[in-house]
């Protein structure tokens, strides 16, 4: 801003003229001297044109006088420069590669995932599919490429995927590990902590069961307000809904469902136009590659211009909806067409007539079986499997055991279809139902559940009679079937599996299996009773005797079948499912005995903690094979680049180093205490003691520690925090050296330096002053490191006093 009084002869002059400066020749005040309010000015353009103009208060804004200068001066902090670069090519990637997300990610996805996402989704606006290829097709990596793709190029925040109980845990663990997306498993306690009271607005990336939003109300109200812009949906056959005559008979699921797709009584505000930065981005071709005849436009769109999408998705909840299940049709046509009536309600309108309605699903729908499914060079993704049974004739005790316990369940059946309560009749068929699977699995599984049960009954019993002894206990075994977990009890006992996580389900099943039943006075539950001993004592001494046919088969394949072991003779790795912990534990005993080993088998069920799972699965994949296969692979390519790297240097000198003390023990000079040691065995142990004490620390700050130091990776223990909100941290890589006490320096590898200057902050090198049986530390040292070896070092001495010095107590390490 310039006043007009500042305006002098010769100044130079920028507002007057469009992008130029001028100089002014004379001005002359319009009004009183001292107090005019115009003035005009007579001034040059850069050509020498002259020209006058009159300026008034109004225009002293747009004014101000010119400097001297540079347009632009290389003078700004390169780092900043070098940040915005590097946004701006993080923003406009998706132009330069269509693909972004599949080479962000960790996961090499397949050709029909490619297509998937690329040619038949991603051209979509909005998206309104189903995704139902066959099962193993990886349908949640070709979610989670999209979702990874959609929020690459701002055209997606906010994403929410329903899934059953069984699998949130799964999406939440594969869409951080193979995407590095952080969503969040929703749980009650989130409304409790949530500054606005409704998680469901404040959290971007969220999960939650589709049973836990099915069921309550109070969740879906919370729900219906909020705007997302892509809602997944998996094992999406179980949003269903039937006919019963004319009337259409709908699911809770199928309800959700609605709710999903459609919000009432709110108003979408449309946007006539899109910004120029998202038209651009629309008009971003899928890459020829994939879809030569595909429509030229992409899925992205400006986090600003989410509401310009038109007609499609006015009311909804979401602007992107995606329906995920390997079993869209269940046989019959008119249930098809309500399960697709949630992606388009006008093209699916009414009861379906076979001959007066034409169904074609092609831009809704897409189906890839297994046998369509290639690589990417052109060999069958599946290879044929051949399943085999393996049948085998009962011992006499354990035939009798099985009569007997299948006498007992078809009584207790016809007593329960003899129940008014229609839902206590289906959890009495349940419970009887689960113990005659148990009487399959093995001997022990249904001794062990005939004595729980006895227990819980008899228990009961005693209850009963010191309440009010010969009245009616149907209003106790009532109570019984109220079972509740954090999620509550699924809405179909018979999908437990599938609405509940796998610990809850245990749970679940054990608690309908152990209590109950269709006695409905306590003369009828004590009858029932003595005949649960007899069986129980039945099964007892077909356990103790051990036989058991089912065992002796596996235990035959085990040993005598050749396809159990490799060409080393090693025993393979081999995966056994079964349904029931009891058979698990059982099973556990039985191969540790035959093989020998302790660590020979590890298992995985409901009540083994998630992390501990996870960490379980990771170690169990990995062997030697793998470890080789990859080591080959990396020299080969090594191989490949020979032509390209400089040739090996040509060695001049080279130096042979001797350990001082072997230097001295070869000239019968003793040793100094806590000098260099010949003795392996010695050094062995002092290693030995230096692991135990680094894995008791973080096993003592509550981490999960895996032992590599056996596939020479770089570092001896990772170890795992606990996960902190329900999110993976990163795991601790930690090289553990010991050391007698009294040595004054520590040797590590070049290896080891590589890695720990590679690993920055997760690298830790702990120490461990052993003297004697006792110890000293460990003492952790961050980035001990500093600069890489030299080409021809092998190994390199630490001076263990400097080391020592900046060292730090394992809990002051987190």
């Known amino acids: 801003m310039l006043k007009l009084e500042r305006i002098q002869k010769n100044a130079a002059l920028s507002g007057l003229e469009p992008g130029q400066v001028v100089r002014i020749v004379t ?69 330069f590669d269509p693909m972004m997300a599949v080479h962000t990610s960790n996961v090499e996805p397949l050709p029909h995932q490619i297509t998937a996402v690329y040619e038949s989704m991603l051209p979509r606006q909005p998206l309104r599919y189903v995704l139902a290829d066959d099962p193993g097709a990886g349908k949640t990596i070709m979610a989670g490429l999209f979702i990874r793709e959609l ?39 989130q409304i409790d902590r949530s500054r606005s009271g409704n998680p469901f607005d404040d959290i971007d990336l969220l999960v939650a069961r589709v049973d836990q939003l099915a069921r309550a109300e109070d969740l879906q109200e919370k729900l219906m307000p909020t705007q997302w812009d892509l809602v997944v949906v998996d094992e999406a056959h179980k949003l269903s809904a039937s006919y019963f005559g004319n009337k259409v008979d709908k699911t809770k699921r199928f309800l959700l469902g609605e709710l999903l797709v459609s919000r009432h009584g709110s108003d979408v505000v449309g946007c006539a136009q899109p910004s120029e930065r998202s038209a651009r981005r629309i008009a971003q071709p899928i890459p020829s590659v994939l879809a030569s005849d595909a429509t030229p436009r992409c899925a992205s769109m400006a986090s600003a211009d989410r509401q310009m999408i038109g007609d499609a998705t006015l009311g909804s909840i979401t602007r992107h909806f995606l329906l995920m299940t390997a079993t ?148 106790g075994l009532a109570e019984t079937v109220g079972y509740e977990n954090g999620n509550g009890s699924p809405e179909d006992i018979w999908e437990s599996a599938d609405d509940l996580s ?54 035959r394949l085990l040993q005598d079948t050749p396809e159990m072991h490799d060409s080393a003779g090693r025993q393979r790795k081999l995966i056994i499912f079964t349904e029931h912990r009891d058979t698990l ?18 298992m995985i069920h409901g009540g083994v903690k998630r992390e501990e799972r996870r960490l379980t699965l990771e170690n169990e994949r990995r062997t030697i094979d793998n470890l080789t296969a990859r080591r080959e692979s990396r020299e080969k390519e090594l191989l490949a680049m020979r032509h ?128 004697g049986d006792r110890h000293e530390g460990p003492f952790y040292v961050r980035q001990p490191f500093t600069q890489e070896p030299d080409w021809a070092e092998t190994s390199k001495n630490l001076d263990l006093g400097q080391l020592l010095a900046k060292a730090v107590a394992p809990e002051a390490s987190l």
């Open 502 to 555: 796998p610990e809850a389900c245990e749970d679940f099943e054990e608690y309908l299996v152990d209590q109950t039943t269709a006695a409905q006075t306590i003369q009828e539950l004590e009858a029932e009773i003595i005949l649960l001993e007899g069986l129980e004592e039945q099964a007892r001494q077909v356990v103790h005797s051990g036989q058991d046919r089912k065992w002796d088969e596996l235990s």
């Open 151 to 189: 929020l690459m190029r701002a055209d997606a925040r906010r994403v929410l995927i329903v899934a059953p109980g069984s699998l949130v845990e799964q999406w939440q663990d594969e869409m951080f590990e193979k995407f590095g997306l952080s969503f969040t498993l929703f749980s009650r306690e």
């Open 27 to 95: 001005t002359e005040p319009v009004g009183l001297s001292d107090n005019y309010s115009a003035l005009t000015v007579y001034y040059k353009l850069a050509d020498g044109t002259l020209r006058e103009r009159m300026l008034f208060r109004t225009d002293e804004a747009g004014l101000s006088l010119a400097e001297a200068g540079r347009p632009w001066a290389f003078d700004a902090p390169g780092e900043e420069f070098k940040l915005a670069v590097e946004a701006c090519r993080i923003d406009l990637a998706h132009l």
């Open 644 to 771: 390209v790297v400089s040739a090996t240097p040509v060695v001049l000198g080279g130096a042979l180093v001797i350990p001082a003390g072997l230097l001295m023990q070869r000239k019968g000079v003793p040793a100094e205490p806590g000098g260099w040691s010949a003795d392996a065995d010695a050094r062995t142990r002092i290693e030995r003691i230096a692991m135990h004490a680094v894995i008791a620390a973080e096993r003592a700050l509550g981490h999960a520690v895996i032992d590599v130091s056996a596939q020479k990776c770089g570092w001896d223990l990772t170890s795992q925090p606990q996960p902190v909100d329900g999110r993976l941290t990163t795991s601790r890589h930690i090289e553990v050296k010991g050391r007698a006490k009294g040595q004054s320096t520590i040797t590590v590898t070049r290896n080891e330096i590589l890695y720990g200057l590679n690993q920055a902050d997760k690298f830790i090198l702990a120490i461990v002053l052993v003297d």
């Open 328 to 475: 869209p049709h269940n046989g019959k046509e008119e249930d098809f067409q309500l399960f697709m009536s949630l992606l388009d309600a006008d093209r699916f309108y009414g009861k379906f007539r076979d001959g007066a309605h034409k169904v074609d699903v092609a831009d809704l729908m897409r189906r890839m079986v297994k046998e369509d499914m290639l690589t990417f060079d052109g060999t069958p993704l599946f290879p044929e499997r051949r399943a085999y049974t393996v049948n085998y004739k009962l011992s006499d005790p354990e035939a009798a055991l099985y009569a007997a316990v299948t006498d007992y369940v078809k009584t207790e059946f016809a007593r329960a279809d003899q129940l008014a309560d229609g839902g206590r009749k289906g959890t009495v068929g349940f419970a009887l139902t689960a113990l005659q699977r148990r009487l399959a699995s093995s001997p022990e599984a249904i001794y062990q559940s005939l004595k729980r049960r006895r227990n819980k009954l008899k228990r009961r019993v005693e209850d009963e009679k010191l309440r009010q002894r010969g009245q009616l206990v149907k209003e």
């Open 585 to 602: 534990n059982y099973l556990a005993v039985k191969i540790r005995g035959l093989i020998g080993s302790e660590e020979a088998v590890v």
